[in-house]
């Protein structure tokens, strides 16, 4: 089993960038397939991006694309979303998932393990 915790967000202008990361405790990420959620006030909690365990495949939510870049290193283990021209529909809190299959999914229902999450505001 293995443990998440985010950090990074914060309050932010738009236009502005912010980095996430997720590091884990318990057991290494390289054996997961990485996803990032976010959620914001009175809405179901959404697809950011995933990131596969093996080959390091990509897939973005259309909304974020461009935008968003998900990456990992494997010396600390540890799961990064770098976001760059944050918009104020950004505004939610943000949720790194792991997946033990390594098939790309975009159902938070597909992931195992969830962080707590780190909130992302960013001002218009």
């Known amino acids: 089993q293995v443990k998440l915790v985010e950090s990074g967000g914060g309050l932010v202008q738009a236009g502005g960038s912010l980095r996430l990361s997720c590091a884990a405790s318990?057991?290494?990420?390289?054996?997961?397939?990485m996803g990032w959620f976010r959620q914001a006030p009175g809405k179901e909690r959404e697809f950011v991006g995933t990131?596969?365990?093996?080959?390091?495949?990509?897939s973005y939510a259309n909304s974020v694309k461009g935008r968003f870049t998900i990456s990992r290193s494997s010396a600390k283990d540890t799961v990064y979303l770098q976001m760059n021209s944050l918009k104020s529909e950004d505004t939610a809190v943000y949720y790194c998932?792991?997946?033990?299959?390594?098939?790309?999914?975009?159902?938070?229902?597909?992931?195992?393990?969830w962080g707590q999450g780190t909130q992302v505001t960013v001002s218009s």
């Open positions: 318990g057991r290494t990420l390289g054996t997961y397939t």
């Open positions: 998932a792991a997946r033990s299959s390594g098939l790309l999914r975009t159902a938070a229902s597909d992931y195992d393990y």
């Open positions: 990131i596969a365990r093996v080959d390091g495949i990509k």
